[in-house]
C-alpha cells in the first residue's frame, strides 16, 4: 500500500511538469491554431540551458530558470519570425498542415544539433541537494521534484494572472477565441500570436529546466515530451490554464497507476488509451470552452 | 467623411460588389438596404479593412483605406458591429468592453466611454462580470454595440444589428443608435427591418446583386414604388419572417 502511494505521489510530482509542457502547447495551439510539434524539443533545449549554465558557471538550475525563461522567450520570437510568423498567414487547415511540416523539421534540426553539442548521453544537473528528501508518513519525497512541482504550479499562476490581466493577455484570449472580433477590436492580431508563440517557448524552456533537476535529459526526449502535452492538451481541452494543469496532473497519477498494477511497460500506454477515449467520448475534452 | 468609389470586390471568381459608390458625411445616419446575398456584409467588411477590395477606393478624411489592416482602420475612428455580433463568450461584460477600448485613440478616454455605455445601457453594468454567453440575445447586442462605443468612433457601422431579437428589443437598440447619433457619430447600418431604418435614416442606398440601385432620404424611399414592392410588401415580411 504504501509503495503504491509513494508511485502515485511520484506520478503527480511528474504530472505537474506534464501539466507545464502542456499549458505552453495548449497557448500557441489555442491562438494560433498551429501544432508546434517540435514543442518537446523547446524542452530539451530548455534543460540543456540550464544544464550549461550549470556545469560552464556553476549557476543552481533553479536560479537559471530566471535566465532561462527570458532567453527562451526570445527563442520564441525568433522562431516566430524565421518559420511560424509565415504559417499564420494561412487559412486554418493549411496552418496545421503546414505547421505539422514545419514542426517535424525543426525537431529534427534541433535534435541533430543537441547531439552535436552535448551528445547523445543522458544528462541531469547533479545538485549537492539533490538527494534530499522529507518523509511523510512512510513517505519519501525528494525535495528537489516536490520544488519543481511547486514552481511548475506558480508560473503557470503567473501565466493565469498574465492572461487576465495584462492588456496583451487579454488581446491573446480575445484572439484565441475569434481573431476577426479581435482585429475589430483594434488588436493587432499578429502581435498577440507572436507574444503567444514566445511565451509558449519561455514556458517549454521552463519546464526543460525543472526536468533536467528531478529527472534527466538527452537529445531524443523531445517527442516523448510533445507526446505527453499533446496527451494533456487532449485531455483537459483549450482555454483553460488550471484546467491544462489538472489534467498534467491526472496523466501522471494514472501513468503511475497503471504502471503500479499493470507493471513498468504500461505506464506509456495509459496515455494513449486516455488520449483515444477523450477524443471518442467528450472531444472538447474535460475543461474545455 | 467617408467616401467610396467604384469598389469591386470578388471571392474568387465569385463578384461581390461591382461599382460601389456611396458616401457618408459627418453626423449622418446612412441605411444600406437590400436583400440577402447583395452584398451589404461584404461592403462593411471591406470598410472596416477584413477583405480587400480588387478595385476602387474607400477614403476615410482623405486617406485611403484600402491597404490598411483591421485593427489600424479602428485606430482611424471607424468601428464595426459584426453580423452575429461576435463577442468574446468566454469573457465577461466588462472585459469584453475593455478590449473594445484597446486601440490607443480610446484608450485615454475608457472610463469616459464606459460610463456611457452603462449610461446607454444600464442592464450591462448589474451584468458586468457575467459571462457574456450567459446573456440574451438582446443583451448580447448591447455588449456589441457598447463594445465598438469603447474605441471612441467617429463612424459606427452595424451589421443587422436586430437580427434575430424580440421587436421591443429591436426598438430600443434602434433608438439607442439616434441617441448615439445625436451625440455627433455618424452610423451607417445594414437592417433587414427596413420600415425602422428607413425611419431612423438620413439617407440610404439600396444595394442588389453587388450594385447600387438606388438613393434617397430615408423619407423618399418609404414612398418609392420600387421600395415599397420589394421590401416592405408581402415580399419582405416573407423575408423578414424568414418563410
Known amino acids: 500500500m504504501t509503495i503504491l502511494a509513494q508511485q502515485l505521489t511520484l506520478g503527480l510530482m511528474i504530472g505537474g511538469l506534464y501539466g507545464l509542457a502542456a499549458v505552453g502547447l495548449s497557448l500557441v495551439f489555442g491562438v494560433l491554431k498551429v501544432l508546434n510539434v517540435a514543442h518537446g524539443e523547446l524542452i530539451m533545449l530548455g534543460g540543456y540551458g540550464a544544464f550549461w549554465l550549470f556545469a560552464l558557471f556553476g549557476l543552481d538550475p533553479f536560479a537559471s530558470l530566471l535566465l532561462v525563461l527570458p532567453l527562451s522567450l526570445l527563442l520564441g520570437l525568433a522562431l516566430y519570425g524565421a518559420l511560424f510568423g509565415f504559417v499564420v498567414r494561412a487559412d486554418e487547415e493549411t496552418r496545421v498542415k503546414n505547421s505539422l511540416l514545419i514542426g517535424f523539421g525543426l525537431a529534427l534540426v534541433l535534435h541533430a544539433l543537441a547531439v552535436r553539442l552535448w551528445t547523445a548521453d543522458d544528462r541531469s544537473i547533479d545538485t549537492p541537494y539533490a538527494g534530499a528528501a522529507i518523509s511523510l508518513g512512510g513517505l519519501s519525497i525528494p525535495l528537489v521534484r ?123 500506454v495509459v496515455g494513449l488509451v486516455i488520449f483515444v477515449a477523450v477524443l471518442l467520448l467528450r472531444p472538447r475534452g474535460l475543461f474545455g470552452q | 467623411m467617408l467616401e467610396i468609389r467604384d469598389l469591386d470586390l470578388a471571392y474568387g471568381d465569385a463578384r461581390a460588389l461591382s461599382g460601389v459608390t456611396l458616401s457618408v458625411k459627418p453626423g449622418e445616419i446612412v441605411a444600406l438596404l437590400g436583400p440577402n446575398g447583395a452584398g451589404k456584409t461584404t461592403l462593411l467588411k471591406a470598410i472596416a479593412g477584413l477583405l480587400r477590395p480588387r478595385a476602387g477606393t474607400i477614403v476615410w478624411e482623405g486617406e485611403d483605406l484600402g491597404r490598411l489592416p483591421a485593427h489600424l482602420v479602428v485606430e482611424r475612428g471607424l468601428a464595426l458591429v459584426p453580423e452575429g ?23 485615454g478616454d475608457r472610463q469616459a466611454n464606459l460610463d456611457r455605455v452603462y449610461a446607454l445601457f444600464p442592464v450591462l453594468r448589474e451584468r458586468r462580470r457575467q459571462l457574456v454567453r450567459q446573456l440574451s440575445g438582446g443583451q448580447q447586442q448591447m455588449v456589441a454595440v457598447g ?28 433608438e439607442v443608435l439616434a441617441q448615439i447619433n445625436r451625440s455627433g457619430v455618424a452610423v451607417f447600418l445594414v437592417e433587414q427591418n427596413v420600415h425602422a431604418s428607413l425611419t431612423l435614416a438620413h439617407r440610404a442606398y439600396i444595394l442588389e446583386t453587388g450594385c447600387i440601385v438606388g438613393e434617397g432620404s430615408g423619407a423618399d424611399l418609404l414612398q418609392d414604388p420600387h421600395v415599397r414592392r ?14
Open chain 1, 146 to 268: 516536490l520544488a519543481s512541482l511547486a514552481l511548475a504550479f506558480t508560473l503557470i499562476g503567473g501565466l493565469h494572472l498574465l492572461l487576465k490581466h495584462w492588456r496583451w493577455g487579454q488581446a491573446i484570449r480575445a484572439t484565441a477565441e475569434d481573431w476577426q472580433a479581435a482585429m475589430l477590436t483594434g488588436i493587432d492580431v499578429r502581435r498577440a500570436y507572436l507574444l503567444a508563440f514566445a511565451i509558449g517557448t519561455a514556458l517549454a524552456g521552463a519546464a526543460g529546466t525543472l526536468v533536467s533537476v528531478g529527472y534527466s535529459i538527452n537529445p531524443s526526449i523531445g517527442l516523448e515530451w510533445t507526446l505527453k502535452a499533446l496527451i494533456v492538451v487532449v485531455l483537459a481541452g483549450l482555454g483553460s490554464t488550471f484546467g491544462t494543469f489538472v489534467g498534467g496532473l491526472f496523466l501522471g497519477v494514472a501513468e503511475a497507476a497503471s504502471a503500479a498494477v499493470f507493471g513498468g511497460p504500461y505506464r506509456e
Open chain 2, 85 to 107: 455580433r461576435r463577442l468574446f463568450g468566454a469573457m465577461t461584460v466588462e472585459e469584453n468592453l475593455a478590449l473594445g477600448a484597446f486601440a490607443a485613440r480610446a484608450r
Open chain 2, 147 to 174: 463594445r465598438a462605443l469603447m474605441a471612441s468612433p467617429r463612424l459606427l457601422m452595424l451589421d443587422e444589428p436586430s437580427l434575430g431579437l424580440a421587436p421591443l428589443m429591436v426598438r430600443a437598440i434602434l
Open chain 2, 230 to 243: 420589394a421590401y416592405l410588401g408581402p415580399l419582405a415580411a416573407r423575408e423578414y419572417f424568414r418563410l
